[in-house]
Each structure stands twice: as C-alpha cells, then as structure tokens.
C-alpha cells in the first residue's frame, strides 16, 4: 500500500480541475500534506490513488494589499504568513495563529488552505481568519464563488466545500484607525497534541468604547462559531473589570465546551475561556490603541 | 498538461533526473537512491525534526515531503555542507562552522539527531547570521534532542554564527575540567566519531544496506490480553513479494527470551497467552517495506479475550487472575534495618503519604532496527545497535539452537538508549527469518512499534512513612513499593531492587523497613531506564523530606544536611561508606549559589510584579545512585589493546556507546597510561567477535568497570612493550618511556610503527588483553557492601507557576553532581544538561499514558518529550571526591543527574502556590483545580 500511485504538480486552477475531473478516483487535492499525508499515513484516512498538489498555482501562493482588501492565497506557507510584515500590520491576530502552527519546518508546508480545509474545529488559522470575519473565495469548475468563512463547515473534520472545489484564498479589509487584533491559546504537554482552547479577537475602539468585537473560540462545538453572546455585551461598552466581568459570566452562559478525554475538562475550558478573553481582549485593545 | 516524465532535482549542487516512484517522500530518494544517508528518520510522523532538509532555503522535513514536490527544487542534505577543497595529494574537507562548534561545544552524544540540528541551524543562520537565543529556540522549536545537550547546542550555533560573522575560526568554549585533571584524563577531549556524526557520514544500523535484502515486519497482538485461538497465514504468504512468513512453529529451540528470566515467548503460540499489546504474533520478510506491511495486514488471528490486569495494585489482589503460571509476583524485596516500630514510638512527628510515578518511554530518536545476514562461511552476523551484544549474542543462539560462536553480533552506532535497548527487539525476529530465507534482512521498527513494545519506566506506586525527632533527626522510614513491570520480567527485579534500597534516601537513618512487590500486569514490559527505579523512589522521599521541613519548621536544606549520607554513615541495607560520599558538599554548593541568586528566602513565593499571574519559587532536593551492578552480581569487563602496525593503539571492548561519551573516556584512560595522545588511540567497541565482553551498559557502570579494564589492559600492554623493548635493546626497564607516537629507550626514539612491525616479524602480536572485576559486593540482606560506589547529588530549581492556566516552567536549576572525578569533562557536561532536561520532561512533559493495557500515546504527536523551549538555565559543579577503586577515583554520572530534578521541581510548585504535587507527571489542570480549592477555603 504506497500513500498515492500519482502526484500531480498542476499550474492552474483550470489545470487543477482537469486534472481532478481526469484523475483516477479516488483523488484528493494537496498543499501542504501536513494533515493529510500523515493521516494517510497512519491509517486514518484512506490511501488516494490520485493527489494534485495545489503549491505551484501562482494565484493561490499571492499575499497582498488589493484596494480596501487584504488577500491570502490558499497555499501560501504559514511560515510566510506569519512573517509577513503586511499581515503584521493589518491582522496580528492571524500573524499569531499562523507562528503557532507546528514548528518551523511544518509551518514551510503547512497552508492557510489546509487549515481551513482540514475542518478541525480549533485550527489555529482558522480560528483567527473567523475573528477577521475572513471571506473565503473558492474555485470550482470554471467558476469563482466567495462565502464567509463560517459557512465552510459541516462538521468536526468535514468542511462544506465540494470535492473539486478548490480555495483559493482569504480577504478580509485592511486594518484602519483604531482597530486591532489578537490570538492566544493554551496547550497541554501530555497526551493529545491538539490545543485545549485558542481565541482569537478583533475590535474596533472608539474613544474609549469598544464600537465594535469579534470573537471566536476553538473549539467550541463540532464548527466553528463566533462568540456572539459574549460579542454583544461587550460592544459599545468602555474597557472595565466590569465590562469583562459581565463578559466572563456571559462565557459561562452561553459558551458551550466539552470535556475531551486526556485533553481537558468543561470545566478547565471555562476557565480557560475567562482567562484568555481577558488577556487577548486588552491586547487587541491596546493595538488598537497604537497610532498607526 | 502535460505529465511529468522524471524528478529533476538538484542535492547538494549535483543535478539528477530521476524516475519517479509511487509514494515516495524525499527522504526515501536520498536515502535510499542517493544513499545520502545521513538524513535521518526518527518519527516519519512529522514530530521530530530529523529528517530536516533544507530545500531552497527554508528547512523542511523530508520524512512527509513528496519527492516528487523536490521537482525543480534546490536542496541542501548534512552531506552538502562541509567543502572539499584542494586537489588530489591535497584534498582535504573544511567543516561548516556550525559542524566544528557542534563539536567544539559537545553539543554531540549519539548523534541522531544531529543532522536535523545542523540543517535547521543552517537555514537560520543563512537568514539570520545574527540569532538571539529566542530566535534560536524558536527555529529549534521541533528539532528534538533526546540526550538533550540543548544548552550546548544553543551555544555552538551562537558560536558557529560569531565565526560566520567575523569570518574568524569557532571561538571553543570554556569546559569545567576537573580539579584534579591529569595529563589526559580529566581533560577536554573532542569525540573521536564527532566528524563523522556533524557531516552525516555516521553509520547507524538503518543506513545499512545489503544487496538482495528483505524486509521484515511484525505482526503485533494489539489486545491486551487473551489466548490466541486462530492464526492464519496464507494469504500473507500468497502475496506477491513474500518471502517468509514465521510463526510460533517455526521458532527453532528455545521458545522464549529474556535478559535473567526468560519469559518472553519468541511468538506465541497457538493455544498459548498473549500478555500485551506488543506481542509477536508472526513475522514477515518480503521484498520490500510495503510488501511486508501489507502482508501482516493480511495475516489473520482469533482469539479469547482475558480480562486485564492494569496495575501492580491489581496485580497484587489476591483474586486477580494469574497473567503468568508462576504468578503475577515477579519478587517482592525486602529492607530491613533496626526495628522500625521502635523507631517510631521515638518519633516526635511521623507523617505517611502515597505517591505515584507513571510510565515513561525512552524516546530515543533512533528507533530499533536490527539486520540479520549469512556470512560465505554461513555465520551468522547482526547488526544492531545494542546496549548488551554479549547478551543478544547468547538469547539469539539460543532461540535459534546455534552454538554462540556461530553467532556474531556487530554493534553499530546507537542513537540513544537510556536503557531501552537493552532488550531484545528486533534481533531473534531477523535472525530468524534469515535463517528462513538465506537472504539478509532487515527489521526496522517504525516509531509506533517502537512506542508499544520496547519496556518503559516501571509506574510506580510509593507510600512512605518518616518518623523524625522535634530536632529533624530521622528515626525511621518505612516504605511499600508496587512496581509494575508489564507483562515479561525483563530487568524488572533489578530496577525494582534499586528502587527498594533507595527508597529512603541518601540519609543515614536507624530504622528502615521496605516491602517492594515488582508485579507483573498486562502492561508494556517495564524495563531499564536511566535512574532505574531510584527516580521513582527518590521523587517521594523528597517531596516528604519537605513536607517534614515544612511540618517542623526547619530549613529544607538544614533537614537534608542533619541526615545526609557521609563518610562512615551506614545506609539502609548496612553498607558502611568508607570514601567518596560528596553529598555535604554537593549540599553546600548548590546553597551557597542559590543564596547568591535568590537571596535569603529562595523558597517564599514571590509574584511577578508585571504579571500577577504568575509566582516564582525555588525548590530544592539531594540524590544518590549506585554505580555498578552490585548486589552480589559478579560485575567484570573484559578489555583488549593492540598496538597496531601503524603505530597506533586499538583498545576493544562490547560495552556500548549510546552518545554517553565512552570511547573519549577508554580513549583518554588508555592515553594517559600509555603516553601517548588521543589521536594514537583508536577505540572499538561492540563486536562480539572482536572485542571482549564487556558487560552491560547500564547502572552507570561503563566509566568504572570498563575504565578500569581498559586502565589496567594498558598498564599491561606498557609493561609488555617495556620488557620487550627492555631485552631488545638491553637497557633497564626504568630507562623506557612512552611519548607520543614513539618510544624513548634511553636516548634513543624508536617510532611505535617500527617496534610494532619488529614485533610482528618475530611472530608477537603486540596484543594484551584484561579482565577487571570490579569489588566484590553482597546480596541484598546480607548487610556488607551492597555497591562498590554512590554517586550523589544536590539540585536547586525555580519554578513559574501561572495560577490561571496552571501551567508551568522551569527557568533555572542549580545542580552539583558528586562524580568522584571528571574523566572526560566535555561528556560529563552533555550528561548533566540532558539528565536535567530529561528530568523536566518526566515532571513536567511526558506521560505515556495507558488504558486497560492499550497505549494512547502511541505516536511521538502524544508521547511528547521536551523540546529546547524546555531549557532551563543551568549552573553546574563538578564535586570530586574520588572512590578508591573507581579509574582515578572516578564513579558513574549517567544516572544521577536527572534524579534530583523531579522532585527539586513539584518542590518548588509547593513552595510556590502550596500544591503538593504527589503524581507524575504534572497536570496543569490539577494545579489548577487546587487553587481553586485553596481559593473556597481561604
Ligand atoms: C507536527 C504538526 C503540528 C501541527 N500543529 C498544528 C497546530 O498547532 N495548529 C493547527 O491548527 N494545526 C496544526 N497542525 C496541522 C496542519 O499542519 C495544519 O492544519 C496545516 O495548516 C494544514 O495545511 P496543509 O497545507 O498541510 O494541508 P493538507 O494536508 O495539504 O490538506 C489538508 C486537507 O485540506 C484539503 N486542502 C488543502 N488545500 C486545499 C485547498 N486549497 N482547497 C481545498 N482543499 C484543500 C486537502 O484535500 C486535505 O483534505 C500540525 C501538523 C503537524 C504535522
Ligand atoms: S523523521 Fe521526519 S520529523 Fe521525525
Ligand atoms: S545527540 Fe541528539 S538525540 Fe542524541
């Protein structure tokens, strides 16, 4: 049993949907590999007799500024990400998230596309393109189609993109006056090597009023959802210990974690969740704070 | 579109056109295609770093990379970065600065890893010649390193990046040498095969290849427990590219193996018990590693489910079933001294506790791998990396009912040990099917296999009692040990018996008394590992020497002081220590510069004043281990040297070298006693045919029995040449001296070549050999010296507990290790920075965790182990106080480090936030719900 019979190095994205469209079945796409070569490898996922491997589309390897749009291709590496002084500027959130993913020489392979496509419902990209309140644009057949980021998900390890439909990549608008984000999360040494609870937050300040908050955690359910409950009472209101008290609570009421055998208890999580907001709410404050 | 026809890639700056294989990841074409092998594979799962190579620029890792994705692509393999320069009579290789300061630094033990570290360095430096120690960690993040020589690494590649910048040669560091150093010993030494490990060219068993060899896999029980009813294997061996399919049948003699008790069935047998997951149950040799992967996939069993025995507790309940005929007492060892009732009715407190340490696996990144081939005269030779070749010699010969000299075991390069192999693992599996197939094969296991089968650390469970005066004198300990030993005895006895007669510290104490079951369970087998049982004790009589501090008030390190072990003290199994007990001073070192650093008060908490979250506190704890096998086990090694034609000397011996550092040792004994420099001698080790036995490689044993055999082999071999060259020139033998490469026989210099090749003319082969026998030692019981030696130690850490997410780290840790003396100071340097680092992946990291017998952490992504991010900064002292019997007073340094630092930790997170940690490892979680606790309380 060999992991794939045909590795396909395809150079665009009609290129990609031929090749899909031609290709001895089973057939998956591939960018990085990280996820899905080892889980074939360990037998969690079936063997493919075809993978086409997506790095080598220009369109999905570009990081850049387009008007009021900041865009990241599918396929470009994390490491490139998180060391992009662009997306430095305008989503630290995301520039966070992205250095956290494995180490160095994962984060060389590894692709926001992937992370995405993957569907756990704590990646760390993820998690930080949903506080962006990132769209997706994705590519199937001979058409371009942009959803939000939300609406990619189906369930735990099962995104709602067709089978030949290929991402393309994320904009979100650039950051202006006033706004900031954040991501932070914490891990367990032992057992399961998956984060035990991430966050990701981006505000706008007005004054010293939070005008406006998004906020997501992972996981918190089999997709990924924003913290709306916990949006709400925070928005419009002034950066206090009241304020994120009220938002504590609030997480208490209407965030709904789970224990997760060897990894964490609800009750750990809710903790988590409490300490976190807090700690990653005032540095998106803060940089939401600095001039420029 | 059109298909790609072949690969083409650039390695190293030679082009290639390669035809594209199914499957491939790049690290398969350049180890096995381009047989540059010194990429290395550790985990194929990602985790490890290894197989890091360096493709246009950034590092990789070639073990999950597609070869075909290389198309086009410009990579840069360990094989590529040293220049040859010079031409013909003059071609020499000029190492990459990061490859000399990797030696320079020792930041080099056994070397698997290394190349992985070198060319993650390397693409850091290329993009940054000027990395600050964060940036540096944050490159090494997932670079593992078992043997953990982190902080010399982190100083060789600042060092490396000095010489880059300045253009100047690597700046070598300062080595603490010992005190007392001689000519050669006690001196820095590079290690003899650091070149050949900093450019790849280092061969470990899995680099061998053998023309027409299989591949052989194993077909595991995966259950826990049950009786194997069916077994069928032909469809297995109806596959195409099979050659052999083996089951319990076709096992030629003895059905078992073992280190001491052989119970470990070779395959079981139809009808017969499978006692854990790891269990053979039939092996494959085919034509290749996927055929043969297939084939056990198609091999199919039934079986009757038993019930599982999950812990020694269990194990040890009168209804339990009985996973072995005999039972499932392995042994239950005794201590006893005074009367520990008695002891206690003098007691002005007495306080009892139970604590728990959990199994650990030995994570070396080098992963089993054995290969079995015929010699033309039909001898059998395997190649294997192994801890005891003498005794994989005699367990291979047996199953195989081959007479020993029929067997030949060839040790290769070990890319870590720590213990775990010691056992068998691969060697009777491939052996056998060469037997089978008259072809060579090779049995690799991958790192899944290696995490279910080989023995771990005996979880343990400890309840201890102390009773001590108002004053903190001890009057008397008591403990009771259950240690579970899987389900085959492996070392269990020995490592369980280390445990019982450590279990109440390194203190004199009048009354003792300790009852140690060593059970079996349908776990892993539990085996050697270092600290061998004495980690397990030494964690909780630690946490209740502070607890008794606590309770009376007293300085923890004036409580450990009033009791220490010193010189004429009698320890619990009535040895009388007459030398080298160096625990006041390791005491008074570790104080004085934890003073020094923390002021008077290292064991208040204090908050961080920008983060109150956060609480810092030092915590503190002392240690002793056994050097040698002691116990009344007889305790020799056998050494030979021949003084070669060439004039250098080859000193031999089977004991192995795991990255400890022993050929620089042999290398630097046999120089000093010989005159001569390090570059006239040359070591082998670990060929049963051409080196002699030299005993295992455990205890701590290697610098001292082996030290010493080589020691007094030179002495022998000096006075053979003296009284050769004595009769030959006719001079008194005072008049002889040995120099450098020569010989000066009054006035005269012969070179060592000439007196060699005269030598041999007359039909005398320059050659001695020596057995040493280490002091004779007593039974357990019989009181008299149980060990011909201790090391000890005292450790200080500082802990950081953050009180929201419980999560913790270590920052810095004082050490001071009594070694008796400092052989080989650059060795001893890279034990003490991996024991302690290894000791903050035991408190802090790694849990192999288990459920009714089957393993969770069955992957490297779940058994987590420290990764340089985990580096502490250390302040190290060397304490000499030489053992008269030890090679220049010398003892054993491999263990000792890393067993104070467990306990110096969950001390430190008592002294911090009031958490009695009393099971390993720590659970950020627990500390957590704790404070919450201590929170409703308050
Ligand atoms: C050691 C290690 C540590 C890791 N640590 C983390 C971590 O800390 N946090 C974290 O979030 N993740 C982590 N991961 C998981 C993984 O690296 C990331 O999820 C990564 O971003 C996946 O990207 P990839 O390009 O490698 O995905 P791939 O493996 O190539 O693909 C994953 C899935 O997405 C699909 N896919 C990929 N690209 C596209 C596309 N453009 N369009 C449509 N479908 C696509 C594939 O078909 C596949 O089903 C880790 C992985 C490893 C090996
Ligand atoms: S072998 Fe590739 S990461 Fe371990
Ligand atoms: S030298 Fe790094 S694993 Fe041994």
């Known amino acids: ?292 | 579109m059109k298909k790609l026809e072949n690969i083409e890639i650039c390695v190293n700056e030679i082009d290639y056109s390669l035809p594209i294989i199914d499957g491939e990841m790049l690290s398969d074409l350049l180890r096995e295609r381009l047989r540059l092998t010194g990429t290395k594979i550790g985990c194929n799962e990602s985790e490890c770093g290894a197989c890091t190579v360096v493709i246009d620029g950034d590092p990789v890792l070639s073990c999950s990379y597609p070869a075909v994705k290389a198309h086009g692509k410009k990579i840069t393999t360990i094989e590529g970065l040293a220049k040859n320069v010079g031409n013909n009579g003059n071609a020499y290789t000029v190492l990459h600065p990061l490859q000399d300061a990797f030696i320079e630094y020792g930041a080099v033990q056994c070397g698997f890893c290394i190349p992985g570290q070198i060319m993650t360095s390397y693409a850091l430096l290329e993009k940054n010649p000027n990395p600050e120690v964060k940036d540096i960690k944050y490159a090494l993040k997932d670079t593992l390193c078992r043997c953990a020589g982190y902080p010399s690494i982190i100083g060789a590649i600042q060092a490396a990046s000095e010489s880059i910048v300045s253009g100047k040669p690597v700046i070598s560091p300062v080595i603490q040498t010992s005190k007392v150093g001689k000519r050669m010993v006690g001196q820095v030494r590079r290690r003899p095969d650091a070149i050949a490990k900093v450019t790849g060219q280092a061969i470990y068993s899995d680099d061998i290849q053998y023309e027409g060899m299989l591949h052989a896999r194993v077909k595991r029980a995966m259950i826990p427990a049950g009786i194997l009813t069916e077994l069928d294997i032909s469809e297995a061996l109806a596959l195409p590219g099979v050659q052999a399919v083996l089951t319990a049948k076709d096992v030629p003699n003895a059905k078992t193996h073992g280190l001491f008790i052989k119970d470990w069935p070779v395959l079981v047998d139809i009808g017969g018990p499978i006692r854990y997951v790891g269990d053979a149950i039939a092996v494959v040799a085919a034509d290749t590693r996927e055929i043969a992967s297939e084939a056990i996939d198609l091999i199919r069993f039934k079986y009757e489910p038993l019930p599982v025995v999950s812990s020694a507790v269990q194990a040890h309940l009168p209804d339990t079933r009985k996973i072995h005929e005999s039972g499932n007492l392995l042994k239950h060892i005794k201590v006893q001294k005074g009367m520990v009732s008695e002891g206690f009715n003098d007691a002005d407190v007495i306080l009892e506790h139970t604590f728990h340490t959990n199994p650990n696996d030995h994570a070396f990144i080098e992963p089993e791998c054995s290969i079995a081939r015929l010699t033309d005269e039909g001898k059998l030779e395997i190649y294997v990396g192994s801890q005891i070749p003498y005794s994989d010699r005699e367990q291979v010969a047996a199953v195989l009912g081959l007479p020993e000299s029929q067997v030949r075991i060839i040790g290769q390069l070990i890319g870590g040990g720590f213990g775990g192999k010691e056992d068998i693992a691969g060697q009777i599996h491939a052996a056998m099917l060469t037997m089978k197939t008259n072809k060579p094969v090779k049995l690799l296991f991958d790192r899944h296999e290696s995490l279910i089968v080989h023995p771990k650390r005996h979880a343990t469970q400890i309840n201890i009692k102390v009773g001590a005066k108002n004053d903190g004198q001890l009057v008397a300990v008591q403990t009771e040990l259950h240690g579970d030993t899987g389900a085959y005895a492996s070392l269990g006895e020995k490592v369980m018996t280390r445990a019982t007669t450590h279990s109440s510290g390194p203190y004199e104490v009048p009354h003792v008394n300790i009852d140690c079951y060593a059970m079996y369970t349908n776990n892993p087998p539990a085996g050697a590992f270092r600290g061998f049982g004495v980690m397990q004790s030494a964690f909780a009589v630690e946490s209740m020497m502070d607890s008794l501090a606590e309770e009376l008030q007293l300085d923890p390190i004036e409580l450990r002081r009033k009791n220490a072990l010193r010189v004429g003290s009698v320890t619990n199994t009535g040895q009388v220590l007459k030398d080298s007990v160096g625990l006041l001073e390791c005491i008074e070192k570790v104080e004085s510069a934890l003073y020094k650093k923390a002021g008077p008060n290292p064991f208040v908490p204090v908050q961080d004043p920008n983060d109150p979250a956060i609480v810092r506190a030092w915590g503190f704890a002392v240690a002793y281990k056994n050097t040698g096998l002691g116990g009344g086990a007889p305790d020799k090694a056998g050494a030979e040297i021949e003084l070669l034609p060439e004039g250098r000397f080859e000193v031999r011996s089977a004991s192995a070298e795991l990255g400890q550092g022993l050929p620089t040792v042999l290398q630097l004994i046999a120089s000093e006693e010989l005159g001569q420099g390090t570059e006239q001698v040359q070591v082998l080790l670990s060929d049963t045919d051409l080196t002699p036995d030299g005993g295992p490689t455990t205890a701590s044993r290697q610098t001292y029995v082996t030290g010493n055999a080589v020691k007094y082999t030179s002495k022998a071999m000096r006075d053979l040449l003296t009284s050769e060259l004595a009769e030959r020139y006719d001079v008194s033998p005072e008049k002889i001296e040995f120099k450098e490469g020569l010989a000066q026989i009054d006035r005269q210099e012969v070179q060592l070549s000439t007196i060699s090749q005269n030598l041999r003319k007359d039909g005398i082969t320059p050659k001695v050999s020596y057995t040493y026998w280490a002091p004779e030692t007593t039974p357990l019981g019989k009181g008299g010296d149980m060990h011909v030696a201790f090391s000890f130690a005292a450790q200080a850490a500082l802990v950081e507990v953050n009180t929201i997410t419980g999560e913790v780290k270590v920052p810095e840790v004082i050490v001071a290790n009594d070694v008796g003396f400092a052989i080989n100071p650059l060795g001893l340097k890279g034990q003490v920075e991996g024991g302690i680092v290894m000791g903050i992946g035991h408190a802090l990291v790694e849990d192999f965790i288990l459920e009714e017998g089957r393993v969770i952490t069955d992957r490297l992504a779940k058994y987590r182990i420290p990764s340089i991010y985990y580096t502490p900064e250390i302040t190290s002292f060397i304490v000499e106080h030489p053992t008269a019997d030890g090679p220049y007073g010398a003892k054993g340094i491999g263990e000792i480090c890393l067993i104070p630092t467990i306990p110096a930790i969950t001390n430190a997170i008592y002294n911090a936030i009031g958490v009695r940690v009393d099971k390993l490892p720590v659970d950020q979680e627990k500390i957590v719900t704790e404070l919450q606790k201590q929170k409703q309380f308050a």
């Open chain 1, 1 to 292: 049993m060999t992991i794939w019979n045909d590795y396909q190095l395809v150079y665009s994205l009609s290129e990609a949907v031929e090749a899909y469209d031609q290709a001895e079945k089973p057939v998956r796409f591939v960018s990085g590999g990280t996820d899905l070569l080892l889980e074939i490898q360990q037998g969690s996922h079936p063997a493919m007799n075809t993978l086409i491997d997506l790095n080598h589309i220009d369109e999905l390897r570009e990081l850049r500024v387009m008007g009021e749009l900041i865009f990241i291709g599918a396929a470009v590496p994390v490491s490139q990400i998180t060391n992009s002084p662009l997306i430095k500027e305008h989503a630290m959130a995301v520039a966070e998230a992205t250095g956290l993913i494995g180490g160095p020489q994962v984060r060389n392979s590894a692709t926001l596309g992937g992370n995405v496509a993957h569907a756990l419902p704590a990646a760390d990209g993820m998690i930080s393109l949903v506080a962006m309140n990132a769209t997706a644009i994705s590519y199937s057949h001979t058409d371009y189609s942009k959803k939000n980021i939300l609406d990619l998900f189906k369930g735990t390890g099962e995104s709602a993109l067709e089978k030949d439909e290929i991402l393309v990549g994320f904009e979100f608008p650039v950051k202006k006056s006033g706004e900031g984000s954040a991501f932070d999360r914490v891990m367990r040494p032992q057992g399961v090597a998956l984060p035990i609870l991430n966050i990701a937050v981006w505000l706008r300040r007005k004054g010293d009023v939070i005008d406006d908050i998004r906020i997501a955690f992972g996981p918190s359910g089999p997709v990924p959802t924003r913290a709306l409950k916990v949006e709400e009472v925070i928005r419009g209101k002034k950066l206090t210990d009241v304020t994120i008290s009220r938002a504590k609570e609030t997480i208490l009421e209407s965030m709904k974690f789970r224990t997760s055998k060897k990894r964490a208890t609800a009750e750990y999580r809710y903790l988590l969740a409490q300490a976190l907001l807090e700690k990653v709410v005032s540095k998106a404050w803060n940089r939401a704070g600095e001039t420029k």
